[in-house]
């Protein structure tokens, strides 16, 4: 349904940048620019007065902002308790909104249990619209997302690995669907899924050097390296997630032609992601056992 509505207002969704906190979502409108496709009842930005189809004009100073320089504004504003200050259009009007300061200190209180429960945080990314959610019918609970979480970790081929991903985000989205679990537990679902989602880009950049190099699979791909640039999905992943920086040999630069790219090493990478994920998901079930939320 949600992908029907967008498809109506000729938009593609881009970024959900912090919508666990704001409660926003944006994509890139048919003429150019990011619209709002999203408002979360009860949010920062439904209080802000943010509306469905309302155009992005400003961000902090920023005209007309891409994906990439909203999501950098909205960080900023977090790790400095700052409001955000948007200028949108509205049919023919500019209008004047503000994400203050409150936004992360609601955010926080809704999204994390009193002291000494603490579930694990909804960490941002950069969205791509959720698969359907599973037949009506089957069979999903909590306790099978985390079994299926559990076993995410290894395998041999990228194909297999990026179904089994898939799999559980469905489940999850299921469960979000029915309202069969917490928000407090989905977050936490969630954020252990994006370390496992996050190992699946970092493997599809490996298997993409592979084949450009015709690697054969037998050699060790431990320090094998890979190219990405600043607008993409690697780029994304490392910004997401900043302990990946031990895996970034370079970072992106502008060139006299061109940008020139970034090195990582992917399959470093993806074991660091593998880790955090079993941390997190250790986190979880240790949280859910104790009777939380």
């Given amino acids: 349904m949600a992908h029907a509505r967008l498809v109506t207002l000729g938009l593609r969704l881009a970024t959900e940048e912090d919508r666990g906190q704001t409660g926003l ?90 002291a000494p429960s603490e579930a694990p945080s909804v960490r941002a990314l950069v969205a791509t619209l959720p698969p359907p959610p599973l037949p009506p019918g089957t069979h999903v609970s909590v306790e099978e997302v985390t079994r299926g979480l559990s076993a995410l970790a290894g395998g041999s081929r990228l194909g297999a690995y990026q179904e089994d991903v898939l799999r559980v985000r469905r489940q999850v989205e299921t469960l979000a669907g029915r309202e069969a679990a917490p928000a407090a537990v989905l977050g936490g679902l969630r954020t252990v899924l994006r370390y496992y989602e ?7 950049s490996e298997e993409t050097q592979r084949e450009r190099e015709r690697r054969p699979r037998h050699l060790p791909a431990e320090t094998m390296t890979a190219p990405f640039f600043a607008d993409s999905e690697v780029a994304a992943l490392i910004d997401e997630f900043p302990f990946l920086r031990a895996a970034v040999l370079r970072d992106p630069a502008p060139g006299l032609v061109g940008e020139s790219g970034g090195v990582w090493r992917p399959r470093e990478a993806r074991t660091l992601l593998w880790e955090g994920g079993r941390e997190e998901l250790g986190r979880l079930t240790g949280w859910l056992a104790a009777g939380n939320p």
């Avoid at 048919?30 to 007065?49: K, R």
């Avoid at 996050?198 to 599809?204: I, R, S």
């Fill in 25 to 114: 979502a944006l994509a890139v409108a048919a003429s150019g620019g990011l619209a709002v496709a999203a408002v979360d009842g009860d949010s920062a930005a439904a209080a802000a007065g943010l509306r469905v189809g309302d155009t992005v004009v400003q961000a902090n100073g920023a005209l007309a902002p891409s994906c990439g320089e909203y999501a950098r504004v909205v960080r900023e504003a977090r790790r400095e308790h700052k409001a955000v200050l948007l200028l949108v259009r509205r049919a023919a009007a500019e209008v004047p909104l503000a994400l203050g300061p409150s936004t992360w200190e609601r955010a926080l209180a809704a999204a994390v249990p009193p």
């Fill in 198 to 204: 996050g190992a699946a880009v970092a493997w599809a």
